[in-house]
């Protein structure tokens, strides 16, 4: 949980609780024990205690526990146990608790401290007087970052509410698991998955009342009853008050929203960064792009080809310009170009089983297009173009790829059955590759083979005229 100034209330605090309570047990050892029954020595003890307690702690600031995150501030564990032990010099009153606790202790079962749980005795009394000290200072420096007074109660409340909602959380993603509790929770029956587990994504979209069902619910489904159903009358006026709940729960989700950037400060910090970068690599490919095409226009022909990869349809003025007379016989092919005939550029690729187009359609609704759309795309070809007879071995979606990088996404020549109905333009390469399933890279290395054939490939007879 983040509120304005608090520190210690995010997912480090178990760890700090635990290291605390490893080192006091040492500096318990070098005490006097007797000498917490003395008021009168109580300040001196304070001393001692606080010295051996943050030498325990420099000496394990190398450990995994000591330097792990203890928020998401940037505050290690080590850090806040011991900021939170030079707190304790400032707020003795949780010092004479615990040495209040001590004697009590001592006065119902004698010196305690030297019987064999001792150990976790102390680690328990420790630990109240630490999650007190938490709390308070948490609450006065939220008071001091809002101007809103606020208790150590009232931390304690909004971290009550915070692990609800983390236990509602996983109820819900557990949903099949514990159908029972969340019916419960959301006050009906579950006829599948409920749409409120997609729903609430932070703390702020959690509704005041699943909490006070999820806390009825719990006797039945856990064994203890929940916070706000317990003989304690510290959450009880909270039952009745579910815009007091779903106020504090908003406050909570919107300063974790606000204050996000604090977990990732560098995605933002280095926008200029990036820009520059993406500057650098999209002059490199311009160059590369240029000089590329300069060596074609020098090896190949084939650059003027490129921009019409697609068979131009015939004007009227080609028919009476090229159209020989009906008494000209028509002029003999060159003995080293024989002729291709139309039947050479033939591509027959409609799937051959109806399983095929089954399986097709269904690619095709996942991915948003035309049920038939492949079908329609592969009959929209023209069989005589230059580039199909080239590329008859590959795939249409491969083909659409090569006319993607050659032309782009759009360009007149394409006809409406290629077309992507959602944005009138060449479906993207990943619906290319999930039409042809296969992956992305694998369809970049198919699409560039592909249009190093159209390079190297000779534009013989009547096919050349497509380009001319």
Wanted: negative net charge.
């Amino acid at each position: 949980m983040r509120l304005p100034g608090t520190r210690y209330q995010e997912h480090g605090w178990e760890q700090v609780r635990k290291l605390l309570g490893r080192c006091s047990l040492h500096a318990f050892r070098q005490l006097d024990m007797a000498l917490m029954l003395d008021a009168a020595r109580h300040a001196e003890l304070l001393d001692h205690y606080t010295d051996a307690v943050a030498a325990a702690l420099r000496r394990s600031d190398k450990s995994a526990r000591a330097e792990a995150a203890g928020n998401s501030y940037g505050d290690s564990v080590c850090e806040l146990a011991l900021s939170l032990v030079f707190e304790l010099q400032a707020q003795p009153a949780y010092w004479a608790g615990l040495t209040g606790a001590i004697a009590a202790e001592h006065a119902r079962i004698g010196a305690f401290w030297q019987q064999a749980a001792a150990d976790g005795n102390l680690r328990k009394k420790v630990n109240d007087m630490y999650a007190g000290l938490r709390d308070k200072i948490d609450a006065d420096n939220y008071t001091v970052n809002t101007g809103v007074a606020c208790s150590p109660n009232k931390i304690y409340t909004y971290r009550m509410l915070d692990t609800a909602y983390r236990d509602i959380a996983q109820l819900f993603a557990g949903w099949r698991q514990h159908a029972a509790q969340v019916g419960a929770i959301l006050g009906r029956e579950l006829a599948g998955i409920p749409i409120e587990a997609r729903q609430m994504k932070s703390i702020a979209g959690c509704k005041a009342e699943w909490i006070i069902r999820w806390s009825a619910s719990r006797e039945a489904f856990s064994g203890s009853p929940g916070p706000l159903h317990t003989k304690s009358k510290r959450f009880s006026s909270l039952k009745n008050s579910p815009e007091k709940i779903a106020a504090m729960l908003c406050e909570i989700g919107d300063y974790e929203e606000l204050s996000a950037n604090l977990d990732s400060g560098d995605d933002w910090q280095s926008d200029a960064g990036e820009a520059a970068l993406w500057l650098e690599d999209y002059w490199r490919v311009i160059e590369e792009s240029e000089a590329q095409q300069a060596a074609a226009e020098e090896e190949e022909p084939l650059a003027d080809v490129v921009d019409q990869i697609l068979r131009a349809p015939p004007s009227d003025e080609d028919d009476e310009e090229f159209e020989p007379a009906a008494d000209t016989p028509a002029p003999e092919a060159e003995e080293d170009e024989p002729p291709l005939s139309f039947a050479d550029h033939v591509i027959a690729e409609a799937p051959a089983t109806a399983a095929q187009l089954d399986a097709e359609q269904a690619i095709a609704a996942a991915l948003s297009l035309p049920l038939r759309y492949l079908e329609l795309a592969r009959s929209a070809q023209d069989n005589a173009s230059w580039a199909l007879h080239v590329l008859k071995d590959d795939t249409l979606a491969i083909r659409l790829a090569v006319y993607h990088k050659l032309l782009g996404a759009s360009d007149d020549s394409y006809p409406d059955a290629w077309l992507d109905p959602a944005t009138g333009e060449l479906p993207t390469l990943q619906q290319l590759a999930a039409l042809d399933r296969i992956s992305m890279p694998t369809l970049r290395k198919r699409r560039n083979a592909a249009i190093d054939k159209l390079h190297a490939a000779p534009a013989r007879g009547s096919v050349k005229k497509e380009f001319a």
